[in-house]
């Protein structure tokens, strides 16, 4: 039986030194002018060709920050864009992800009614022992989730969480500019993501490792400390998956305040500053470039998380 | 040019005289023992039995349920379950039930921020002239999305609407049971589902056809009649989704106040109670059970509309 997925994290971030999560956002006109190349020259569907260019990416990426981050978080939306060949490369990057050491943090955001939540956590999270669910590697090992339907949307991803040691960080205050929009929204006095905050406390609160935090996470974006500050405190036992450093804005200092003395409790995820970070399509030695942005921003992580300690 | 989702729908419900919208969740242990048995003898992957048992399935039903119904309803999230092979059942079930003449919903509930919703809206409405996205058959009509990220990230799913006449439905009040803990939390005297509803309207202000109601829609559980009855007060110019009816408890008569006094204005959704309505997945002549329940809600709606009528 696997450990907790709060433990599990928790062993990752004390044996890598580092906080650092690098998502997998593989925007095919931003990859490398040699591998979409490559790929189209290989394949004459133009799906296949961006699903074979992303999977020769999001391997090279892997191997290159393996050694510094704690996890990566492949977005489903970049896969999903060129329908089945992008699933299938989704699956290689986190069957690739695990073979590398990685944790896997699915970013798929789902969110539905009972049933179909439920299907959702078996297509992510692995099904329940019926045949026609094989398991292995291809399972991520946790995703994020909406909580727009309350608790019975949940349900079928805290069982997972239960059942099969997966995790799940859900929703609570987004980095995007337009997230205060309903998040903020004043209610009994307190921002709406603050009610989303104590749902996400009762629903991980059976669900705690031995390391202190649960396997129930929450997003909280670093773009909005003050919120972020402020979320820490209504959630003390609570991994945060935090968004926003890099190409959104903010910096690694503006998380520092997420961190515990023992700098745990929570990721901080950069996407495009990282994969992207040899800027041009054409840039030469473009594995190098995301190797050192991933090393630098696990670097400055640690500092931030060192300066935050009381 | 296509006509603007809206107008297509209502020309749709006209001519069919039916607000029925059938949705398609094909929970594999449901299905029809012949249909999986033979899907099981021709295919040795478990994923791929599954996919082809759905296709199957699927396509039985469209062909009995097409004389009823103004659209369909793909869950995604039950052939995503099945992987690559799924998803390739899901743009089948697409294409098919655009080659019966029938709308389609992707019901998909994604919701991320900008850059992400935009590779979404590309997945399921078709990309911009990229060379890379290929447009077709396989594209839905409208997708069902989540307002928690608030505008930004419904902004390329706007664009869709404006630019390649797709539709959505903004989740606002949903029909499952623990919907009220978030959607009904008092903000400034209202319920958070009626400042959604006010998004809705805003969102979708400049984009209503000739039938007087806009392309971007909203999804209204049937299961809260108070409710609805209100969101349509605030909402009178956008196309209701209404799931709810069937297996989750309502029934059409609970629907009415949905209705315009020509009938238009609300979609009605059942999944299982028609898709399945054979009981028992070694029931004789299955299809027909589909095709009397398609024509039995079709006729009770009806009935509700024309009594709801001022």
New interface residues.
Partial sequence: MKLPFADRLASAVRSKQSSLVVGL?P??AKLPEEVRAHAASTHDD??E??AAAIEAFDAAVIEEVAPFAAAVKP?I??Y??????G??AF?HAVVRAHEAGLLVIGDI?????????E??A??HLG?ASD????GGG?YADAVTV????????IQPFLHAVRDRAAGLFV?VR??????????D????GQP?HE??AS?VVAWGHDLRGTCGYSSVGAVVGATAPRELARLRECMPHTWFLIPGVGA?GATAADVGPAFDRDGLGALVNSSRGIIFAYGSPTAPDWRRSVREAARRLRDELRTAALQAAP
Same sequence: chains 1, 2.
């Fill in positions: 956002d925007q095919i133009p799906r060709a961006a977005q939306a970049y999903e864009q060129w329908g089945p060949p699933l299938a699956e955001k789902r969110g539905d009614i009972g049933p179909t939540a299907a959702y078996s297509a099904g045949e026609l669910t094989p291809r909406n909580p727009y339907f309350g608790t019975d949307g929703l987004t980095s995007n500019a337009s997230a205060g929009e309903l998040q929204l004043p209610v009994r709406l009610h989303v749902r959104q």
